[in-house]
């Protein structure tokens, strides 16, 4: 059974730091480019990232790019998302998704909560 | 950047037939993919590339795709089907995915 899990959300300040986490299992991690997703509370879905299976690919939304890293270490089966500088507007449930063929988010994980807040 | 358009809201009775529209520039060129979302609960996809359906998804659910249009169609719907529902693409020009901006489906 796939299964993906994040971890790392919380409250933050203004201009800080935090770096989310995602764990897979029941699937064959360095097969798969993978992707983060946020919700905004009340909000629509909004793509953050996506890195190839080899790490060789990697894009960022406008809105994140410069100030957001996302990696992978498919030895430990598991997502990250480094994100820096963060903003008020980037409080919202992140999703970690797996890609599947044709550009699908095909699994997602149950999400973890960023609030960004003095 | 590439807009993805829905609709914010439709509303059906029971066992009638829910159209939910995406409109795109020249979207029939594209791969659409479609998501249903639950109160508190992660997206799942129930239609991808155009009109194919994930295992698991009942028949009811089906899309289509031509020029500046995608829809996602429900037949027969039940009170579970109530949620909301994204559409989705690649977009190449940028290489961004893009999620439409969703619909709340009702059931009256």
């Known amino acids: 059974e796939v299964q993906l899990v994040e971890s790392g959300g919380g409250l933050v300040k203004p201009g800080g730091s935090l770096r989310l986490s995602c764990a897979a299992s029941?699937?064959?991690?360095?097969?798969?480019?993978m992707n983060w997703v946020r919700q905004a509370p009340g909000k629509g879905l909004e793509w953050v990232s996506s890195?190839?299976?080899?790490?060789?690919?990697?894009y960022y939304a406008d809105s994140v790019k410069g100030r957001f890293t996302i990696s992978r270490d498919n030895a430990k089966n598991s997502l990250y998302l480094q994100m820096n500088s963060l903003r008020a507007e980037d409080t919202a449930v992140y999703y970690c998704?797996?890609?599947?063929?044709?550009?699908?988010?095909?699994?997602w994980g149950q999400g973890t909560l960023v609030t960004v807040s003095s | 950047s590439y807009v993805l358009t829905q609709p914010p809201s439709v509303s059906v009775a029971p066992g009638q037939t829910a159209r939910i529209t995406c409109g795109g520039n020249?979207?029939?060129?594209?791969?659409v993919h479609w998501y249903q979302q639950k109160p508190g609960q992660a997206p799942v996809l129930v239609v991808y590339?155009?009109?194919d359906r994930p295992s698991g998804i009942p028949e009811r659910f089906s899309g289509s795709n031509s020029g500046n249009t995608a829809t996602l169609t429900i037949s027969r719907v039940e009170a579970g089907d109530e949620a909301d529902y994204y559409c989705?693409?690649?977009?190449?020009?940028?290489?961004?995915?893009?999620f439409g901006t969703g619909t709340k489906v009702t059931v009256l």
């Open positions: 020249n979207i029939g060129s594209k791969s």
């Open positions: 989705q693409v690649w977009d190449s020009s940028s290489d961004h995915y893009v």
């Open positions: 998704a797996r890609e599947g063929a044709g550009g699908t988010f095909d699994y």
């Open positions: 590339d155009d009109s």
């Open positions: 890195i190839s299976s080899s790490s060789s690919y990697i």
């Open positions: 029941g699937f064959t991690f360095s097969s798969y480019s």
